[in-house]
C-alpha cells in the first residue's frame, strides 16, 4: 500500500467526473437518436403542385384559315360559292343593322363597318380593293394593308404576327400565318383571355402571412386572407 | 471464469486508480471501469453518428448515382464514345424510371448563329401559356413545381421590375391598367452565373446559349444567387414528372430529367432550335409575341426588330449584355378609344 493513499472522505472525487457525465449523456444520446429513427418527421418539404386546368389550353390554336379562292361553303356533298345566292338575291343595302343572312358574323371592327368596304357589292367571290379593283380571298394580307399599313410592314418583315416551322429564314419549314388566320376579320380584335394558373414556388404554397404582404416586390407572396380571397393588388380591378 | 477474470482486473483498476503516483506497470486491461467509463460516450457517439446519418433513411430508391455517373467526365471532356456511352445510360434510366424510351442526343451548337430571343411587350398580354407550354416540353418537375419562364403584371407607366406581380389571378387577362412583362433566361452575353460555378458545370456555348452539365452540377446555387433575372432554378425536391406527361425528344443539356439537386433554367429550347424549329414557348403564344432567330442572319425577324424597333433589355446597368430584347409597337391612337390598337399597348417606358 502506497503511503498516500486517500482519506475516505476524499473518495469520491477519485471517480472520473467524464464517467458521470457519460453515465447520464450516454443513454440521453440513445433516446434522441432513437427518436430521430423512429419518431423524428421525414424531412419532406411541403410542395405546392400546379392547379389542374384543361389541356385543350395548351394546344396550339391557329383561329381561322386561309380561305379558298372563291371560299367555297360544303354542306353534305354539295358546294356553294358565294355567287350561286348573291347572283339572285342581290345586296340592296350595306348597313350591318340590315342583315337578314349571315347572323353569326359579329361585326366589330371599329370604324370599318361597312360590308362593301372589304367585299365587293357586284362580285361576292372577290374583294375589293380601295382603288375598285378586285382582291382575291388567298390575299388576304393585301386588303388588310390598305388600312393597317404599318402593321402590314411589321408582318412582312415578322415583327407582327406568328412565324411557325423554323427560325431559319431559308427553311421551306417556315410559314408566317396570315392576317385571318389570328384575326377575325369581322372582330379583329382577340378575346379576352383566362390566364393559365400561376406559379406556387417550392414552400411558397399556401403559407400565407400578414408579414409576406408588407413585403413588395415580384418575389413576395400573395395574401389570401381568412376566406381565402386575393387581396394582392393584381385582383385589384377584378 | 471470464467474469472472474475481469473482476481481477477491475479489482487491479481500482487499487491503481487509488494509487495516482503509482507507475502502473501493469498494462491497461480492459476493465470493467475502463469499460464502464468509454462505453457511454462511444455508444453515444455511435448514436449521435446513426442520428446524424438518419436523414439518409428517406433517400429514395435510386438517388444516389450509379457507378457509371459518378465516373462520367465533364461534357466538354467525354470522347465520342464516352458520349455515346452516357446517352445511352440516361436513355436506360429514363426508361427504367418513366417507362419511356426517350431519344436522347447530344445537339451542338450550329456554325453561324447567334440565337436572339424578341418579345413584344405591346403584344402580350399575361395568359401564361407560354408557362405552361414551356412546363410540358422541358420535363420539368410539376411538383415541386418548376417554371422557367415568370410573367410579371406590371403597372403601366414603369419597368421597374420590383413594381411587378407574379400572382395576378384575373378571371381574364390583360387588365386594362397593366402590362405584362415575361422573363426567362436572358442568355447574357457576359454571363455572371457562368463566373462564379466552381465546377465550370455551366458555360456560355458558341450559339449564344447559356446551358448546364446536370450532371456535373454540384448544386451550391451559386449561380442562382449570382443571376439578376432570377432565371435560375433549384430542384429542391425529387422532381416528379408524370409518366403519361414525358417528352421524349430531349437533349443531353437541354430536356433530359434532371435530378434533384441541381440547377436548371431555360436553355432556348436547345434540342429543338438547334434542328432549326421553334422554341416551344413561342409556338404557344396566342398573340405572337414572341420572336426568336439568328441574329447573324440580317432577314430574321429578329434582325429586322433590333435594327428597326424600340427595344430595350432588362437591368442594362448590370453589364450582362442578354440576348433576350423586349420591344414596343408604335401607338396609333384613335378617335374612339376602342382599336385593339390602342387598347393593347403599355404607356411608353419613359426611360
Same mark, same amino acid.
Given at each position: 500500500?502506497?503511503?498516500?493513499?486517500?482519506?475516505?472522505?476524499?473518495?469520491?472525487?477519485?471517480?472520473?467526473?467524464?464517467?458521470?457525465?457519460?453515465?447520464?449523456?450516454?443513454?440521453?444520446?440513445?433516446?434522441?437518436?432513437?427518436?430521430?429513427?423512429?419518431?423524428?418527421?421525414?424531412?419532406?418539404?411541403?410542395?405546392?403542385?400546379?392547379?389542374?386546368?384543361?389541356?385543350?389550353?395548351?394546344?396550339?390554336?391557329?383561329?381561322?384559315?386561309?380561305?379558298?379562292?372563291?371560299?367555297?361553303?360544303?354542306?353534305?356533298?354539295?358546294?356553294?360559292?358565294?355567287?350561286?345566292?348573291?347572283?339572285?338575291?342581290?345586296?340592296?343595302?350595306?348597313?350591318?343593322?340590315?342583315?337578314?343572312?349571315?347572323?353569326?358574323?359579329?361585326? &366589330?371592327?371599329?370604324?370599318?363597318?361597312?360590308?362593301?368596304?372589304?367585299?365587293?357589292?357586284?362580285?361576292?367571290?372577290?374583294?375589293?380593293?380601295? &382603288?375598285?379593283?378586285?382582291?382575291?380571298?388567298?390575299?388576304?394580307?393585301?386588303?388588310?394593308?390598305?388600312?393597317?399599313?404599318?402593321?402590314?410592314?411589321?408582318?412582312?418583315?415578322?415583327?407582327?404576327?406568328?412565324?411557325?416551322?423554323?427560325?431559319?429564314?431559308?427553311?421551306?419549314?417556315?410559314?408566317?400565318?396570315?392576317?385571318?388566320?389570328?384575326?377575325?376579320?369581322?372582330?379583329?380584335?382577340?378575346?379576352?383571355?383566362?390566364?393559365?394558373?400561376?406559379? &406556387?414556388?417550392?414552400?411558397?404554397?399556401?403559407?400565407?402571412?400578414?408579414?409576406?404582404?408588407?413585403?413588395?416586390?415580384?418575389?413576395?407572396?400573395?395574401?389570401?386572407?381568412? &376566406?381565402?380571397?386575393?387581396?394582392?393588388?393584381?385582383?385589384?380591378?377584378? | 471464469?471470464?467474469?472472474?477474470?475481469?473482476?481481477?482486473?477491475?479489482?487491479?483498476?481500482?487499487?491503481?486508480?487509488?494509487?495516482?503516483?503509482?507507475?502502473?506497470?501493469?498494462?491497461? =486491461?480492459?476493465? /470493467?471501469?475502463?469499460?464502464? /467509463?468509454?462505453?457511454?460516450?462511444? +455508444?453515444?457517439?455511435?448514436?449521435?453518428? +446513426?442520428?446524424?446519418?438518419? #436523414?439518409?433513411?428517406?433517400?429514395?430508391?435510386?438517388?444516389?448515382?450509379? @457507378?457509371?455517373?459518378?465516373?462520367?467526365?465533364?461534357?466538354?471532356?467525354?470522347?465520342?464514345?464516352?458520349?455515346?456511352?452516357?446517352?445511352? $445510360?440516361?436513355?436506360?434510366?429514363?426508361?427504367?424510371?418513366? =417507362?419511356?424510351?426517350?431519344?436522347?442526343?447530344?445537339?451542338? #451548337?450550329?456554325?453561324?448563329?447567334?440565337?436572339?430571343?424578341?418579345?413584344?411587350? *405591346?403584344?402580350?398580354?399575361?395568359?401564361?401559356?407560354? +408557362?405552361?407550354?414551356?412546363?410540358?416540353?422541358?420535363?420539368? *418537375?410539376?411538383?415541386?413545381?418548376?417554371?422557367?419562364?415568370?410573367?410579371? %403584371?406590371?403597372?403601366?407607366?414603369?419597368?421597374?421590375?420590383?413594381?411587378?406581380?407574379?400572382?395576378?389571378?384575373?378571371?381574364?387577362?390583360?387588365?386594362?391598367?397593366?402590362?405584362?412583362?415575361?422573363?426567362?433566361?436572358?442568355?447574357?452575353?457576359?454571363? #455572371?452565373?457562368?463566373?462564379?460555378?466552381? @465546377?465550370?458545370?455551366?458555360?456560355?456555348?458558341?450559339?449564344?446559349?447559356?446551358?448546364?452539365?446536370?450532371?456535373?452540377?454540384?448544386?451550391? $446555387?451559386?449561380?442562382?444567387?449570382?443571376?439578376?433575372?432570377?432565371? /435560375?432554378?433549384?430542384?429542391?425536391?425529387?422532381?416528379?414528372?408524370?409518366?403519361?406527361?414525358?417528352?421524349?425528344?430531349?437533349?443531353?443539356?437541354?430536356? $433530359?430529367?434532371?435530378?434533384? =439537386? +441541381?440547377?436548371?433554367?431555360?436553355?432556348?429550347?436547345?434540342?429543338?432550335?438547334?434542328?432549326?424549329?421553334?422554341?416551344?414557348?413561342?409556338?404557344?403564344?396566342? @398573340? =405572337?409575341?414572341?420572336?426568336?432567330?439568328?441574329?447573324?442572319?440580317?432577314?430574321?425577324? @429578329?434582325?429586322?426588330?433590333?435594327?428597326?424597333?424600340?427595344?430595350?433589355?432588362?437591368?442594362?446597368?448590370?453589364?450582362?449584355?442578354?440576348?433576350?430584347?423586349?420591344?414596343?409597337?408604335? $401607338?396609333?391612337?384613335?378617335?374612339?378609344?376602342?382599336?385593339?390598337?390602342?387598347?393593347? %399597348?403599355?404607356?411608353?417606358?419613359?426611360?
Amino acid at each position: 500500500m502506497n503511503t498516500d493513499t486517500p482519506t475516505p472522505d476524499q473518495t469520491p472525487k477519485l471517480i472520473p467526473k467524464t464517467t458521470n457525465i457519460a453515465w447520464f449523456t450516454g443513454p440521453a444520446f440513445l433516446i434522441i437518436a432513437a427518436w430521430f429513427v423512429l419518431l423524428a418527421p421525414s424531412p419532406a418539404i411541403p410542395v405546392a403542385s400546379t392547379p389542374e386546368f384543361s389541356p385543350t389550353l395548351l394546344e396550339m390554336t391557329i383561329r381561322g384559315t386561309v380561305k379558298e379562292d372563291p371560299p367555297i361553303l360544303r354542306v353534305g356533298s354539295y358546294e356553294y360559292r358565294c355567287n350561286d345566292c348573291h347572283d339572285i338575291f342581290k345586296s340592296g343595302t350595306e348597313k350591318t343593322e340590315n342583315l337578314y343572312q349571315h347572323l353569326d358574323i359579329k361585326f &366589330n371592327h371599329g370604324i370599318n363597318n361597312r360590308c362593301f368596304n372589304c367585299h365587293d357589292q357586284e362580285n361576292r367571290n372577290k374583294l375589293v380593293g380601295r &382603288n375598285g379593283g378586285y382582291i382575291s380571298y388567298t390575299e388576304i394580307p393585301t386588303l388588310c394593308s390598305q388600312c393597317h399599313g404599318p402593321t402590314f410592314r411589321d408582318w412582312e418583315r415578322g415583327m407582327h404576327g406568328k412565324t411557325l416551322g423554323s427560325w431559319e429564314t431559308d427553311n421551306p419549314n417556315q410559314r408566317r400565318l396570315e392576317c385571318s388566320e389570328c384575326h377575325n376579320p369581322h372582330s379583329p380584335a382577340f378575346p379576352d383571355y383566362e390566364p393559365l394558373p400561376g406559379p &406556387n414556388t417550392l414552400r411558397m404554397g399556401d403559407q400565407p402571412t400578414e408579414l409576406h404582404h408588407e413585403r413588395k416586390g415580384p418575389l413576395a407572396l400573395p395574401f389570401r386572407s381568412e &376566406n381565402g380571397s386575393h387581396t394582392d393588388e393584381g385582383g385589384a380591378d377584378q | 471464469m471470464t467474469l472472474r477474470i475481469w473482476e481481477s482486473q477491475a479489482g487491479e483498476a481500482v487499487s491503481n486508480s487509488s494509487s495516482r503516483s503509482c507507475n502502473c506497470q501493469s498494462r491497461p =486491461g480492459f476493465t /470493467r471501469r475502463s469499460f464502464l /467509463r468509454t462505453a457511454p460516450g462511444a +455508444v453515444g457517439g455511435m448514436a449521435a453518428m +446513426v442520428a446524424a446519418l438518419s #436523414p439518409l433513411k428517406d433517400l429514395p430508391e435510386g438517388s444516389l448515382p450509379s @457507378v457509371e455517373e459518378f465516373m462520367q467526365k465533364h461534357y466538354k471532356e467525354m470522347s465520342p464514345e464516352e458520349m455515346d456511352a452516357a446517352l445511352a $445510360r440516361m436513355s436506360r434510366e429514363v426508361e427504367d424510371r418513366y =417507362g419511356v424510351v426517350p431519344s436522347i442526343k447530344d445537339y451542338k #451548337p450550329l456554325e453561324g448563329v447567334q440565337f436572339v430571343y424578341a418579345l413584344n411587350l *405591346s403584344r402580350c398580354i399575361g395568359c401564361r401559356k407560354c +408557362v405552361h407550354a414551356c412546363v410540358e416540353e422541358n420535363n420539368q *418537375s410539376r411538383s415541386p413545381e418548376i417554371q422557367y419562364i415568370r410573367v410579371l %403584371e406590371m403597372p403601366r407607366g414603369t419597368t421597374d421590375i420590383e413594381e411587378g406581380n407574379h400572382h395576378y389571378d384575373r378571371p381574364t387577362v390583360p387588365g386594362d391598367t397593366h402590362y405584362y412583362l415575361p422573363i426567362q433566361c436572358h442568355q447574357c452575353a457576359n454571363p #455572371p452565373c457562368t463566373k462564379v460555378c466552381p @465546377v465550370e458545370a455551366t458555360w456560355k456555348d458558341d450559339d449564344g446559349i447559356v446551358v448546364i452539365d446536370y450532371d456535373w452540377c454540384i448544386g451550391c $446555387r451559386y449561380c442562382e444567387a449570382a443571376c439578376p433575372y432570377w432565371a /435560375r432554378r433549384f430542384n429542391f425536391g425529387e422532381p416528379s414528372l408524370p409518366k403519361d406527361k414525358i417528352n421524349p425528344d430531349m437533349g443531353y443539356l437541354s430536356n $433530359r430529367p434532371r435530378p434533384r =439537386g +441541381v440547377v436548371e433554367k431555360c436553355h432556348f429550347c436547345l434540342h429543338r432550335t438547334r434542328q432549326g424549329k421553334m422554341p416551344a414557348c413561342l409556338e404557344i403564344c396566342p @398573340v =405572337g409575341a414572341r420572336k426568336f432567330g439568328n441574329a447573324l442572319d440580317p432577314e430574321s425577324e @429578329v434582325s429586322q426588330i433590333l435594327k428597326t424597333k424600340r427595344i430595350f433589355v432588362l437591368k442594362e446597368e448590370v453589364g450582362t449584355l442578354p440576348r433576350f430584347f423586349y420591344y414596343f409597337d408604335e $401607338r396609333y391612337p384613335r378617335d374612339d378609344g376602342n382599336s385593339p390598337e390602342s387598347h393593347a %399597348e403599355p404607356v411608353e417606358a419613359s426611360e
